[in-house]
């Protein structure tokens, strides 16, 4: 391979890549052939392109590409026949050819060259070391064998574009299978979006639904205790009055939770809630809240007991919170469990955790309720005996508050029927009382 000028008659169409592609024997054959059919012991094919020239496929002698402007070749392709030098020193143009001066001392030349899109890429050249003639049958012959180098060529150019044009349409499946995944993912993501609109739109009505339907009882109720003592004040004895006002109270205390209810729930979805977190015994919050739901229970004539594991198991979190989660858990259970029952409240230490469970022997929850009561507003089927069903956000408020703190509310079925729920919290060492007469820091 050698630089060479660019020629005048050379064509625009590069054939480096198919040149430079090809085996250097890959036209032996050929230029063998060529040989044999002018009787000459050197045959040869010379490719060119804009800026190079190759010597391949060479038979008959060892020869590398020299100056451009000193081949036989640069005046072969500027014909367009067989071009014939019959005796190198005895032509001015070669006399002083390297080749020719110089092993393998050569005498005859024979070119033709090779016209693709009537460009020359190259030509098809034979040589002798002694002076000859080249009849005209011996150049049609080369000539024809030229045209199936140039054939050749065509064919090895061909299946590299092919091959090309394989992998571009093979990039194109390819991004257009990305793109058509990402199509499917877009319309997946827009399907998904449409569906929580279509939920958060069914959430909405059936908030409003709800809310107005537990708005409107206590009210009406209120509204009609109310208009009772002002109406008939001055005929109820004092008992009926007393009777009156407790009722008006129960209703207007059912009011105020729902309201907190509501505006609580608003502020946990809007993530407005700043934990005021501190250390506390969780057996002792426990005892309290049932405590507190003593009265409720025995009313209902459901057991109500405790079994504190750890009474020392200390956790960081916010009393009013997780107080208000302990008041959801119990008042469901002793709403739902029937006369005769039991409600039972365990609190133990599980490794770095504290576990609470609230476990009843109430008529337990269907598996296809069980992850749908933490949803906002959803109330499951009440049993005829239950007192009236709430606005179903109790629950959903109870799981935020847990989250909030770093554990999770769950449901389980209970050992013996009923429902267990159960949360954790992160349990942190508790602080050592002061020894005595030592004042604290």
């Known amino acids: ?63 590398t590409a020299g100056p451009w402007e000193q081949t036989f070749c640069a005046h072969a392709v500027q014909q367009q026949a067989v071009f014939v030098v019959p005796d190198a020193t005895r032509d001015a143009r070669f006399a002083m050819n390297p080749l020719v001066r110089a092993a393998p001392h050569i005498r005859f030349y024979a070119g033709a060259p090779l016209l693709t899109d009537n460009r020359v890429v190259g030509t098809l050249c034979v040589m002798d070391v002694a002076p000859r003639d080249f009849p005209s049958e011996s150049a049609a012959s080369l000539a024809a064998l030229a045209r199936q180098v140039v054939t050749q060529l065509h064919l090895r150019r061909q299946t590299r574009q092919l091959g090309r044009l394989n992998d571009a349409l093979a990039a194109e499946a390819r991004e257009r299978t990305r793109t058509e995944a990402r199509l499917r993912d877009s319309e997946q993501a827009l399907r998904s979006s449409q569906e929580a609109l279509q ?96 009265l409720a229970a025995n009313a209902k004539h459901v057991a109500l007991t405790m079994d504190l594991e750890d009474r020392s198991a200390v956790v960081m979190g916010e009393v009013r919170l997780l107080e208000r989660v302990l008041d959801n858990l119990l008042d469901n259970a002793i709403r739902f469990t029937p006369p005769g029952g039991t409600v039972s409240v365990a609190c133990a230490c599980v490794g770095e955790h504290v576990v609470v469970r609230v476990i009843d022997t109430g008529p337990g929850i269907a598996d296809v309720e069980r992850e749908r009561i933490f949803d906002r507003f959803y109330r499951g089927p009440q049993p005829a005996a239950t007192s009236p069903a709430g606005a179903g956000i109790g629950l959903s408020i109870a799981r935020r508050i847990v989250v909030l703190h770093g554990g999770d509310l769950t449901v389980a079925p209970g050992n013996g029927g009923g429902a267990q729920f159960a949360f954790s919290l992160p349990r942190i060492p508790s602080v050592p009382p002061a020894p005595s007469g030592v004042a604290g820091p």
Do not use: C
């Not at 198919?18 to 032996?28: I, Q, R």
């Not at 004895?237 to 209810?261: G, I, K, M, N």
């Open 1 to 63: 391979m050698h630089n060479r000028k660019r020629g005048p008659v050379l064509g625009s169409v590069r054939w480096t890549e198919v040149f430079e592609s090809m085996e250097s024997d890959a036209f032996e054959e050929v230029a063998r052939l060529a040989g044999e059919v002018s009787r000459a012991p050197i045959a040869l094919i010379t490719l060119v392109d804009e800026d190079r020239h190759w010597f391949t496929s060479v038979v008959g002698t060892h020869l």
């Open 199 to 294: 939920r958060t739109d069914a959430e909405r009505r059936q908030l409003v639904a709800n809310v107005s339907h537990d708005l409107r009882t206590p009210l009406t109720a209120l509204q009609g205790y109310l208009d009772t003592i002002l109406l008939k004040g001055d005929v109820l004895d004092p008992a009926e009055q007393r009777h009156y006002v407790q009722q008006a109270s129960t209703q207007s205390r059912r009011l105020a939770r729902l309201v907190a209810d509501l505006f609580e729930l608003a502020q946990l979805d809007d993530r407005q809630v700043q934990l005021k977190a501190e250390p506390f015994t969780m057996p002792e919050l426990i005892s309290d809240v049932v405590q507190a739901f003593g």
